[in-house]
């Protein structure tokens, strides 16, 4: 469900991403292993990471005005 409105959001403006499926990519994984986090939706922003969908802090780290 969240990682869905984090797609929509991104794509409705106008962000590409990369899509990356924890359970099919091993290597998605681990990386969030590494980054201590074990949930999703997960958005990396250079070196901001933003857990779940926060639409306020897409908006933030992106430059994205309300």
Do not use: H, W
Not at 38 to 64: C, H, N, Q, S, Y
Request: glycine residues 6%; negative net charge.
């Amino acid at each position: 469900m969240f990682c869905q409105s984090t797609k929509e959001f991104l794509s409705k403006n106008g962000i590409q991403f990369e899509d990356r499926n924890i359970a099919a990519d091993p290597d998605a994984l681990e990386e969030l292993r590494k980054l201590r986090v074990m949930t999703t939706p997960v958005t990396k922003v250079d070196d901001a990471v933003i857990v779940g969908f926060d639409e306020d802090k897409l908006r933030k780290e992106l430059g994205i005005s309300g």
